[in-house]
């Protein structure tokens, strides 16, 4: 086995003790070295083992029994690797979640007071798109990413608008059918209904609420999906 060089990440061992189930086809069941002996094989810490190992751990892909070893829970690669891929991405969607909120939580307090009619009316096409293409059960994140541009360029601030569009392959992976799921931000809808009510009323508090509403929302779907494992 190879060693690794200067090691310092969980995501390292992740991936070689996903090798060594390959390499050394490994079945649900069967006893993995221990931390010591893969301490020994990856020449890293201790540390290190400990925590790739908590992270397959936390996939269901290992099992640590404390005085008796590792055991492998799944041995299946290919589930492994759809497993680790579906945890990454949602660990970039919730960090963009977060860039979001804070760039666009300060558009939306600009816009409630800076957005004239023609932002409003541009508000209101996106949202009514959205919510047709919804009701038809077709994809809306394009439409919905456009609402949200919308929000920025109400914002006046051409500056803010200048770092988003910085960002904005970020921005765009992160509406673009994350985990090959057409919908999965559809319950963030009425917020935005609600949001753009806000920015209507002049209401900066309220503007603010609906749009955190929106993001939790977000995050929340985020967090609740499940991979749909391969059958045995």
Known sequence: MKSIKRASSHEIIVDEVKKYIKINKIKKGDRLPSVAEFTDIFQVSKSTVREGLRFLEGLNIVEVINGKGVFVKDGDVLRIEAKIEVENE?????????????????????AVFR?????????????NEQIRLKKLGEDSSKVDLAFHRAIYKASKNPVLESVVE????????????????DDIFDDSIPFHQTLLEAIKERNQEQALAEFNKIIDSVEENIRKVVLIERSE
Do not use: C, M, Y
């Open 115 to 127: 957005a004239d009619e023609e932002d409003i009316k541009e508000l209101e096409i996106h949202l």
């Open 90 to 110: 949602k660990k970039f969607l919730l960090h963009t979640s977060e860039l979001r909120r804070a760039l666009e939580g300060k558009a939306v307090e600009l």
């Open 166 to 181: 910085s960002v904005h392959d970020t921005f765009n992976k992160f509406w673009n059918q994350p985990f090959g799921i």
